[in-house]
């Protein structure tokens, strides 16, 4: 599946308790290490969708949930690498 996702800080303890939800594409992921929203890897783990899981990041603003209420260079930046990245074969 040639689609691409950027998650940020949405995997949640209660979506890694929902079966029913899976992944699918290219994930890249980005959680503030201050929120209590941390790492898409239980996810990906289980989703049987996921083409590649580029790579998970992890930002450390102190700004809980609110570091991505606004665009900040801390995820900014890395996501438009993401997106500029050769695509996986």
Known sequence: MDINFVILAACTS???KKAEIDIYGHLFSVFETSDSV???????????GTVSFYKEISI????????FFIPRKEWIVPV????????PQ
Do not use: F, I, M, Q
């Not at 450390?60 to 570091?67: C, D, N, R, Y």
């Not at 438009?80 to 695509?87: N, Q, V």
């Open 80 to 87: 438009k690498a993401w997106l500029k990245r050769k695509k």
């Open 38 to 48: 941390g790492s898409c890897d239980h996810v990906v783990a289980r989703s049987v």
């Open 14 to 16: 209660g979506l890694a």
């Open 60 to 67: 450390s603003t102190g700004k809980e949930h609110g570091a």
